[in-house]
Nanobody
Framework: QVQLVESGGGLVQAGGSLRVSCAAS????????MGWFRQTPGKGREFVAA????????YYADFVKGRFTISRDNAENTVSLQMTSLKPEDTAVYYC???????????????????WGQGTQVTVSS
């Protein structure tokens, strides 16, 4: 069982930056693909970004390309999402997700992830 704990959410003005992080309990963390999803009331979970289990490849939703950066530290068992040029429409609960050595084709599907954190609120004011 992999436990994921997010941190770093908060309130920021439009155009600002925020970093959310996720700490994983799994000692074999480097074997897990890590993803970030977000959710707003009344909507399903939306793919934001993912990083391959080996850490070499990253994937982004079109609406965050050039603004968000996903990274991982396998020595510290953490994955982070650096968010810049934030917009009010980025307001959501952000979730960290994980699964063992996923295929790239599955990264954008929330049902492909087995483990989830509790979520952290990110609010961008206009």
């Amino acid at each position: 069982q992999v436990q994921l704990v997010e941190s770093g959410g908060g309130l920021v003005q439009a155009g600002g930056s925020l970093r959310v992080s996720c700490a994983a309990s799994e000692r074999a963390f480097s074997d897990y693909t890590m993803g970030w999803f977000r959710q707003t009331p009344g909507k399903g979970r939306e793919f934001v970004a993912a990083i391959r289990w080996s850490g070499g490849n990253t994937y982004y939703a079109d609406f965050v390309k050039g603004r968000f950066t996903i990274s991982r530290d396998n020595a510290e068992n953490t994955v982070s999402l650096q968010m810049t040029s934030l917009k009010p429409e980025d307001t959501a609960v952000y979730y960290c997700a994980a699964n063992y050595r996923m295929r790239a084709a599955d990264y954008v599907r929330f049902r492909s992830y087995e483990y989830w954190g509790q979520g952290t609120q990110v609010t961008v004011s206009s």
